[in-house]
């Protein structure tokens, strides 16, 4: 029989990626459960293999050869206490810096405590044998194919990382027996580029800069991403939480987040990741990301990430812009923007809610205010609306809890007495967190409104799971009826003992007459809290009509699959039609 490469996915993806990061040399000693990797590579001329039957022998055999020829050098083994003899090498390796790759076969790692013969315990490591320790399952869907493939470029780019060291996979065996893969899978190399390295070229296309949670942009920075977009007729896509207020920002999620359209310009062939983790979920379609990160960390969230930038963004912006090149225009930002434009002249009138008063109250804010908005239902509601553009805006999406919007707004609004400083937050978030307006600190520059919907309702929501349950939903997934079961009496008893000053509204005409009061730029004495009383069904109304504003024939044809057949069926209608 004539033997291949082993037709287990996650050490064909682990083999491909040792081929295109450039590690040929390894050191192989015997065993089972590393027996579809053995059984690959020394089928393959590409590898430079080298047997040792003492494992503690082969660690230090890898570190003279790393040391000696400057490459790294991989070393596999079997399970149990094989693997416990890479220790005294590794502990070399990490302190001389030495890129060592130890690849130790196993079990399902499911197998743990359950008295598997030959199986040990290698999910905690000591602090240094290696830089990076990861396990690489059995991949069972595309999902898990993503994982492993990430993961394992992020271990072999740590082997040279900020001067390198033994880095640890541990490859999970399904014990198969068929080598008869002829050619290894198209794998995704993701590469490291640092300050002071040679900078590549920006690449033909449609391209745009993705920007997630932010803190405010300096002068000096936004000028150099306009710079950017200008000479690449780039735009600057954002959430609230994004922060950059240049010429080229977007704030696209009412594009984005239509159920029933995929606008063809939210399909970029480059984009340009910034900043933390977005709340806004938005829909755009990256064939290529680049993540500008100082910490060079790989952060792949749209699951296209090929290159990571360890350096400040300003440099990198200064770096691209320093190459020759004519301006392109902007003829991409005129296309998206039109398109916005066009997509909220649609808009209806919406139910009051949560959406409905981000739109009048965006409008109305005060220039040079800080807003803060409670996650999630709150934050994607203003989304939808631009605001003030010296506005910061702010929300935990770090942690992405209920449990501290209120008083980080608290904690904000302490920074500059002269400035006002909003926030918006569902009743649940609020009485979560209500402790913290009683605090002697608050001061007169804090108003906040609370959306009173007597639930979480985002579980409510029509696209939500949950939602599926119904009036049962409010039982313990939306838990209805606490703090008050919106009462018009609690929050206002005791906002109003603590010195705030109360408003409240419960319909349109009642939020109208109170807008100007709250928003008012003039000193008050006091702090304020507005309190909205709204019904869950209108609010999720008012997103199912926000995000139903254009609908193409496909996106009808995916709606219609997902009202008849239901999740699956529009997954499978998504992949039958390309998107």
């Known amino acids: 029989m004539v033997y291949h490469y082993t037709d287990a996915q996650n050490a064909q993806i682990l083999i491909a990626l040792m081929k295109a990061h450039g590690i040929r040399k390894a050191v192989l000693s015997p065993g089972t459960t590393n027996v579809i990797f053995v059984g690959s590579v020394q089928q393959d001329p590409y590898f430079e293999l080298y047997s040792s039957v003492d494992e503690r022998s082969a660690a230090y ?13 991989a070393i596999s083994c079997t399970g149990a206490t094989a693997s416990r003899n890479y220790l005294p090498g590794l502990t070399e390796a990490f302190y001389r810096r030495l890129p060592v790759l130890a690849i130790t076969g196993s079990q399902p790692v499911s197998r743990i405590g359950h008295g598997f013969p030959q199986m040990i315990d290698r999910t905690n490591q000591l602090n240094d044998i290696s830089k990076m320790s990861i396990n690489v399952p059995v991949i069972r869907c595309e999902e898990d194919r993503w994982s492993v493939e990430t993961s394992i470029n992020a271990a072999l780019l740590e082997l040279r990382h900020r001067g390198g060291g033994p880095v640890h996979i541990n490859l999970v065996s399904d014990f198969s027996r068929n080598f008869d893969v002829r050619e290894l899978p198209a794998v995704r190399k993701i590469d490291r580029v640092c300050a002071g390295d040679s900078m590549p070229r920006i690449p033909e296309g449609r391209i745009a800069v993705f920007v997630g949670a932010h803190v405010p942009f300096t002068r000096q920075l936004t000028d150099s991403i306009d710079v950017f977009c200008e000479k690449n007729d780039a735009v600057v896509l954002c959430d609230q939480t994004s922060n950059y207020r240049g010429r080229y920002r977007v704030l696209a999620n009412l594009l984005a987040d239509q159920d029933q359209y995929d606008s063809p310009l939210l399909d970029v062939d480059l984009l340009i990741h910034l900043g933390a983790i977005s709340g806004s979920y938005m829909q755009v379609r990256p064939k290529r990301v680049w993540r500008v990160d100082p910490e060079g960390k790989i952060q792949d969230t749209f699951k296209k990430l090929d290159l990571v930038f360890e350096m400040e963004e300003q440099y990198f912006f200064d770096a691209c812009n320093n190459r020759k090149g004519p301006n392109s225009g902007n003829s991409y930002l005129t296309s998206i923007i039109s398109e916005i434009d066009e997509i909220r002249g649609k808009v209806p009138e919406l139910p009051f809610s949560n959406i409905w008063c981000a739109q009048q109250l965006s409008a109305a804010l005060p220039e040079k205010c800080s807003i803060h908005f409670g996650i999630l239902n709150s934050l994607r509601s203003w989304n939808f609306w631009e ?20 008083s980080a707004l608290l904690g904000a609004s302490l920074s500059d007495p002269d400035i006002f400083f909003f926030g918006v937050t569902g009743d649940l978030a609020f009485f979560y967190d209500m402790n913290s307006i009683g605090n002697r600190h608050v001061g007169t520059n804090l108003r906040l409104m609370v959306v009173n919907n007597g639930r979480g309702t985002e579980f409510r929501n029509y696209s939500h799971t949950a939602a599926g349950f119904g009036d049962d939903a409010d039982l313990f997934m939306a838990a209805a009826g606490h703090f008050g079961c919106k009462s018009p009496d609690v929050l206002r008893h005791y906002a109003e003992d603590l010195g705030f000053e109360y408003m409240s509204a419960s319909s349109k005409q009642d939020f109208l007459a109170n807008i100007d009061r709250f928003v008012q730029s003039e000193s008050i004495d006091r702090p304020i809290i507005f309190e909205i009383f709204t019904d869950t069904q209108d609010e999720s109304d008012a997103l199912r009509k926000i995000r139903n504003l254009v609908i193409s024939p496909k996106g009808a044809l995916k709606q219609a699959a997902k009202d008849v057949l239901g999740a699956k069926g529009a ?9």
């Open 61 to 73: 055999m890898a570190c003279g050869l790393a040391a000696e020829s400057g490459e790294p050098v």
């Open 387 to 406: 605001t003030p553009s010296t506005a910061n805006c702010f929300s935990n999406t770090g942690g992405f809890g209920i449990d501290g919007g209120v």
């Open 571 to 579: 997954r499978a209608i998504k992949k039958l039609s390309g998107r």
